[in-house]
């Protein structure tokens, strides 16, 4: 896993109040992502969620709390941060968090909907983004809904929007962070253009994505498995 996919030890413990100052709308994308989910799985009592990626269970929580009979299982490769996501989300009942990788599940249950927020900028377009969605469809339903969050477009729009975002980062980010960010972002992080998110879903056996939200350089797409 190369170095920027990894969340352990501070990281992991400072991610909740880093991500809200850098990602701009960060709280607005998790709390509509139930209401754009519903608009999917409807009123049937049993929907079963699939958080891949869940890093410190935010999308989980508002999956948890928007609907009581919601059963939601989180699924994260760094025990990090699966134990903050244990610490938040100990009072409810319905959900499930696991320290693994999707192609561990098993694929004989069928989750009714999926999400896979602000992961997949971090694998590289080597097969890795491809095999990450497919093993992510291969566990849903006809039909059930897809939300992915991520980093999109070219090198050259990226550098632009990361100039406005470092105008709009609070105070706590002086210069030489912004700086940092921006290069590490830039240099590492492996975003690709809307037209190859396209491609790789259609891959892995989504229907056409509908981007629903763009802050800067981050967007948010709904899709369904075919
Ligand atoms: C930026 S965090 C996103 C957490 C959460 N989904 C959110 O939107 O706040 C990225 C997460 O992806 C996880 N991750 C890294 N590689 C992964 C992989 N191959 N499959 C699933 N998750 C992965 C990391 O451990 C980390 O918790």
């Not at 763009?214 to 899709?223: D, E, F, N, R």
């Amino acid at each position: 896993m190369n170095e920027l996919a990894k969340f352990d030890n501070e990281k992991a413990a400072s991610y909740d109040e880093r991500i809200a100052m850098s990602i701009p709308n960060y709280d607005y994308l998790m709390s509509s992502m139930p209401r754009y989910l519903s608009k999917f799985v409807g009123k049937s009592s049993e929907v079963k969620i699939l958080v891949a990626g869940c890093g410190t269970g935010n999308e989980m929580e508002q999956f948890l709390l928007h609907d009581e009979k919601w059963n939601v299982t989180g699924i994260d490769p760094s025990p990090d941060m699966v134990g903050i996501a244990r610490k938040k989300l100990r009072l409810y009942k319905n959900q499930k968090l696991i320290v693994g990788r999707v192609k561990g599940l098993p694929d004989g249950l069928k989750y009714d909907a999926a999400t896979l927020s602000l992961v997949l900028h971090f694998l590289p377009d080597n097969g890795a983004k491809a095999n990450l969605l497919k093993s992510i469809a291969q566990r849903l339903a006809k039909g059930a809904p897809l939300i992915v969050v991520d980093m999109f477009g070219e090198k050259d729009e990226i550098w632009q929007k990361l100039q406005l975002l470092s105008e709009i980062l609070p105070e706590e980010f002086d210069a030489k962070t912004k700086k940092e960010m921006s290069q590490r972002i830039l240099e590492e992080i492996n975003y690709i253009p809307e037209e190859r998110f396209k491609e790789l879903l259609q891959i892995a056996g989504f229907s056409e994505p509908l981007r629903y939200h763009q802050s800067l350089m981050y967007g948010a797409w709904v899709c369904q498995k075919q």
